[in-house]
């Protein structure tokens, strides 16, 4: 069974850094392109980052592009995302998705229940 | 940046019903469109991968279809457990993997 278990949420001052954690469990991890994918409250879904099973290809999105930094360790078949210069329009609920292939450019096929980010002083 | 435009935002449906979801690029982005379903308090699911491909384990009342910038979702009969958000996702120009703002379907 496909398990993503975030963690490293909680709340920050603006300004500050975060690093997420995301555990992967149930798929062979370095098959697989990984997101990251947000939401803030009551609000729709917004693609943060993705990285390819290799982390040759990586992408973000303008929001984010030069403040947050996805990197994964296949050895230890977890995804990260550090996120620094934290502002309050970071903060959301922060879901891990498993790329439906090998592809960075494609959908996800599973997620983990997300681990939530609050940016205020 | 492709934008994504998601409508309508909300879809009126009683039980048994047909539904009908539309998700229009701003430019073509050709098959590469995903559909998520999410239920409150729960992680988006995938549903439609590649316009008209079923995800693993979803039901044949879901189908996907388009291609270019005009994609549609139709639940052919609408079953309790499908009342819920639907997004659109394109990943034709990436990044980012660009999502729809949503269509929430309500039971009339």
């Known amino acids: 069974e496909v398990q993503l278990v975030e963690s490293g949420g909680g709340l920050v001052q603006p300004g500050r850094s975060l690093r997420l954690s995301c555990a992967a469990s149930?798929?062979?991890?370095?098959?697989?392109?990984m997101h990251w994918v947000r939401q803030a409250p009551g609000m729709g879904l917004e693609w943060v980052s993705g990285?390819?099973?290799?982390?040759?290809?990586?992408g973000y999105a303008d929001s984010v592009k030069g403040r947050f930094t996805i990197s994964r360790d296949n050895a230890r078949n977890t995804l990260y995302l550090q996120m620094n210069s934290l502002r309050a329009d970071d903060t959301a609920l922060y879901y891990c998705?498993?790329?439906?292939?090998?592809?960075?450019?494609?959908?996800?096929?599973?997620w983990g229940q997300g681990t939530l980010v609050t940016v205020s002083s | 940046e492709i934008v994504m435009t998601q409508s309508p935002a909300t879809l009126s449906v009683s039980p048994g019903e047909r539904a009908t979801l539309s998700c229009r690029a701003s430019?073509?982005?050709?098959?590469?469109l995903a559909w998520y379903q999410q239920k409150p308090g729960q992680a988006p699911r995938l549903l439609i991968y590649?316009?008209?491909s079923r995800a693993t384990g979803i039901p044949a009342r879901f189908s996907g279809s388009g291609s270019g910038t005009e994609f549609t979702l139709t639940i052919s009969s609408l079953q309790s457990e499908d009342f819920a958000v639907y997004y659109c996702?394109?990943?034709?120009?990436?990044?980012?993997?660009?999502f729809g703002q949503g269509t929430k379907v309500e039971i009339k």
């Open positions: 998705a498993k790329g439906l292939g090998t592809a960075v450019a494609g959908p996800s096929d599973y």
């Open positions: 149930g798929f062979t991890f370095d098959d697989y392109a």
């Open positions: 990285i390819s099973w290799n982390s040759d290809s990586i």
């Open positions: 430019q073509t982005v050709s098959s590469t």
């Open positions: 590649g316009a008209y």
């Open positions: 996702q394109q990943y034709n120009n990436w990044p980012p993997g660009t």
